[in-house]
């Protein structure tokens, strides 16, 4: 009896301690997983708050570029609003001139062969701006009428500008006619359906010049021409864009309007346009502006000569009967409406407006205005 009992007791020691060494395993196992989740968990926490961390500098840097964008499209917005100003101001000073006396036609081409430097002192203060030493504004005024009119001018006037190719001329064409056949090298509705901006041909008058830049093979310097040319920063060079030149190719905007009349005004028209009308040409050209210029050969001083009719055409010498004849057919003698340029300059950023004023009855209005530069 001893005996088993004995057994008995030891075998439950045994399983006991059995038991107990299990569970010790058991404990020292599961610590060391609690210890290696934790350890886990540490540096996943450690990495979510890197990740954080990054996000925060992140946006605080983005925030910080924000600013400073914000912070120079300020000063931009600043700086444009100044420049648009002067240009503006040009305006209304040309605006100013032409309300100034009845534009009779010898007064309608003295207003058109100046340009004027504003006194840039008192202009800023006017305005109220800072004065900028690098700054400047010139303005300057044409007659409309001395311009061909884009809608109806001949064909024989388009032989005459080498500028223009005939590709060119022809989608020009398509774009005023009425109907919806296609020229030899023009374009009609289902060329311009196919661009990334699709539109329609027009197929009527152009309204205002810079629609031009909507026809076909048309490019922004075949419209501006030397005012394309960055090297015109400074005011005083100005004169550049003149076209005293009579030799050189004139771009659209030198060369027509769509808001002048039938015919061009002889007080006012260019020698480079005048060589282009059917009939005539350069020769022609230098009779009259010669002769417009009065005695002592300088246009805009006291000796200058106006035409006010017909008649007035008869009495330049050098020209036969069939160039007078044709200068009465193509020329008038005043107008009433003009083209004022504006080119204001700061800090070697400019604005260049050209806009249209209507100046009947001494109340100049403006039709349109746009920016070129």
């Known amino acids: 009896m001893s005996f088993n009992n004995s057994y008995r007791d030891s075998a439950k020691a045994s399983k006991y301690h059995g038991n107990v060494a299990a569970k010790g395993f058991y404990l020292r196992k599961m610590y060391k997983l609690s210890e290696k989740y934790y350890s886990c968990r540490k540096g996943s926490v450690l990495v979510l708050v890197l990740i954080v961390i990054s996000a925060m500098t992140i946006v605080a840097f983005g925030l910080a570029y924000q600013t400073r964008i914000e912070m120079r499209l300020s ?60 700054a400047g504004i010139v303005f300057w005024i044409k007659d409309e009428s001395s311009f061909l009119d884009l809608n109806k001018s001949n064909s024989a006037v388009w032989e005459n500008l080498s500028a223009f190719s005939r590709d060119k001329r022809a989608c020009i064409l398509d774009w005023i006619d009425t109907d919806s056949d296609t ?87 260019s020698g480079a346009i005048f060589s282009i009308l059917p009939g005539l040409d350069q020769q022609t050209a230098n009779i009259v502006l010669t002769f417009r210029a009065g005695p002592d050969g300088l246009e805009n001083t006291d000796d200058d000569r106006f035409f006010e009719k017909a008649e007035d055409i008869l009495q330049i010498e050098g020209l036969s009967e069939l160039q007078k004849e044709l200068l009465t057919q193509y020329c008038g003698f005043n107008s009433d409406t003009f083209r004022v340029f504006s080119y204001a300059k700061v800090n070697q950023q400019v604005y260049f407006l050209m806009a249209t004023v209507r100046a009947a009855e001494n109340k100049p209005q403006v039709i349109c205005v746009e920016r070129l530069l």
């Open 183 to 269: 020229n030899p090298d023009g374009a009609e509705t289902d060329y311009y359906r196919r661009l990334e901006t699709p539109y329609v041909c027009k197929n009527a008058s152009f309204i205002c010049l810079k629609e031009i830049l909507m026809v076909k093979n048309i490019t922004r310097y075949d419209y501006l021409g030397n005012i394309l040319n960055d090297e015109i920063l400074n005011p005083d060079d100005i004169e550049l864009l003149l076209y005293k030149d009579s030799t050189k190719p004139l771009p659209f905007i030198d060369t027509f309007t769509t808001f002048g009349q039938k015919e061009v005004n002889i007080n006012t028209v």
């Open 75 to 134: 000063k931009s917005s600043s700086q444009e609003a100044i420049l648009r100003n002067l240009a503006l101001s040009g305006l209304e000073a040309a605006k100013a001139i032409l309300s100034e006396k009845e534009l009779t036609a010898d007064q309608t081409a003295r207003v058109c062969r100046f340009y004027s430097t504003k006194d840039n002192r008192k202009l800023f203060e006017q305005l109220k701006l800072p004065l900028a030493e690098d």
